[in-house]
């Protein structure tokens, strides 16, 4: 990649970043309600004397026109200062670290499941098409593409949580189990596994298509004709051959429907009770903490942002013939 080109991807990410800013400041404040009621309750709003209720508007600087609450956050953000949370009462930063991991794990595993198993099994099928098993997956997929994230977790959770007792009906760890090593691992594992099922059985359909409907167009091209006439094994000429020339667009989709995964992914995380960012998103928002709520969709925004960026180059790499944009 030449010196200009990554200039120029680096000024459209660095202008969405400061627009998303931007709407991040505003959107929570577009919330009806005063954070005061919310943190403290109507009746002891009621019962605090005019000098309190001032002395809290001045502190949480509510009491300052907007363009003076969005001039002292961008000076905080330039300092790495997410804010003070007005319900936990600590930085929003201490707050968003123990919550983020949690989902960057379940994410993270997310896509890397959703993208090999909707490639090997989009590959697999569109290589053998009209096949009894490309006719099996097509219609598993489709039927699954149309079920809603929150609808797949709520009927995992209640029948493989309630009904089987499969798996934990919430959380991430066992409470008080004090486990380590690969007992911890699998304990993460298995409260893990309902949501991660939701997300992937939910999310894998358009890799699957994708790939699936790109490796059908391909096996009729000409080199695939003389790989064939080469006597490659079937194989080989499905997945090393068609398979490499699916490669770029599945990268391409993976980095693009990143953000309706994390989408998903934070409402199972409030169905699943699992510690993450969903879940603290929707505890900010009933208490209107309007420094929490800013620093989880910042945090959001930016890891979005960051997997996004990795895919262009990743697109590049791949296949450096390709232009990172076409503009």
Not at 286 to 303: C, E, F, K, N, W
Request: hydrophobic share 50%.
């Amino acid at each position: 990649m030449d010196g200009e080109t990554l200039k120029k991807v680096l000024a459209s990410y660095l202008a969405a970043l400061a627009a998303l800013i931007v709407l991040n400041f505003a959107l929570p404040r577009f919330m009806p309600g005063s954070p005061l009621e919310a943190i403290y309750g109507q009746e002891a709003l009621c019962t605090m004397s005019p000098q309190l209720v001032e002395e809290l508007n001045r502190r949480f600087m509510l009491d300052q026109p907007l363009y003076r609450q969005f001039g002292a956050y961008v000076t905080a953000l330039a300092r790495g200062d997410l804010g003070y949370s007005y319900f936990y009462q600590v930085p929003v930063e201490k707050v968003v670290a123990g919550y983020f991991p949690w989902t960057a794990l379940l994410c993270g595993t997310a896509l890397v499941i959703t993208t090999v198993l909707g490639f090997i099994l989009g590959v697999g099928a569109g290589g053998r098409r009209g096949s009894r098993l490309d006719l099996l997956l097509v219609a598993g997929v489709v039927a699954l593409g149309g079920v809603p994230d929150f609808f797949a977790g709520a009927v995992l959770l209640v029948v493989f949580g309630v009904y089987l007792g499969l798996v934990p009906l919430g959380g991430a760890l066992s409470p008080y189990a004090g486990y380590s090593g690969l007992k911890l691992v699998a304990d993460i594992a298995g409260h893990m596994a309902a949501p991660l099922a939701a997300l992937v059985a939910v999310r894998m359909p358009s890799v699957f298509l994708l790939a699936r409907n790109n490796t059908v167009q391909a096996m009729t091209e000409g080199y695939i004709l003389t790989a064939r006439g080469k006597g490659c094994p079937q194989r080989t000429v499905i997945y090393r051959h068609a398979g490499k020339s699916v490669l770029l667009p599945v990268i391409t989709h993976t980095g693009l429907h990143f953000t309706s995964l994390v989408t998903g992914a934070l409402f199972l995380e409030i169905i699943f009770n699992y510690p993450g960012m969903g879940s603290l998103l929707y505890k900010a928002i009933l208490a209107r903490d309007y420094p929490l709520i800013q620093g989880i969709l910042l945090t959001i925004t930016v890891a979005v942002l960051a997997i996004n960026l990795s895919t262009e180059l990743l697109y590049f790499a791949v296949d450096k013939r390709v232009s990172l944009h076409a503009r």
